[in-house]
């Protein structure tokens, strides 16, 4: 009688602690979804910084550079959100002054201020947040190159350049030709997971 009633109350624990667990999964998962997604922005800022410093210089056009570590630093914070720009600029940033010799933390600095400029750009306009890259790659492309312009000249030789501004602009239009094809279809990818994913849940 005994060993039945406690066998009994043991079920009713198990089935209690199984229904707990249950009704808390949908929060470990939202938990670790994010540790996820900076593991993945640290490891696309990566691949991304070393196409950038190797293929980058082939695919010179005139004056104009492209500069993918920051286009898709700006993509992917408003896009994804700012914590995984800030992992991706700040990586992804490293990694570039480590390849191309620039003073450690110039990049970083450079996309790290792209992604707050992407983060305000994003936010007045929710509904439109497809189409914000259009318009903040090219805009934060300019800022991106005259901060490195800047940093680099600080430890370098003084160099005359007439306009600075005008000879990194050529670069902004190449970079916002890129966020022109990628940024809205990598948006509105994220908008229907994100959409498919509380719909599962």
Known sequence: MGYCSDD??????SSLRGLRFASDFPQLAE???????????????????LLESTLGPHLTV????????LVAAVIWTIAVGIDGGIVFAFIGGLV??????????????????????????ARPLPRLRTLAPIVAVPVLSLVHSVLIYVLTSASQAPGAVADPVGL??????????????IGP???????????VERLEW
Request: charged share 10%; aromatic share 6%.
């Open 8 to 13: 009994a109350g043991f079920a009713v624990r």
């Open 96 to 121: 570039l002054d480590i390849l191309l010799g620039r003073p450690l933390g110039a990049s970083a600095f450079a996309v790290l201020v792209a992604v707050g400029g992407a983060a305000l750009a």
């Open 185 to 195: 279809l990598a948006v509105s990818i994220h908008d229907r997971r994100a959409v």
């Open 62 to 69: 005139g004056n104009a550079n492209v500069h993918p570590v």
């Open 31 to 49: 938990d670790r979804s994010p540790l996820m997604s900076l593991l993945f922005a640290a490891i696309g800022a990566t691949v991304t910084a």
């Open 168 to 181: 990194f602009i050529p670069g902004a239009i190449y970079d916002g030709l890129l966020g022109l094809l």
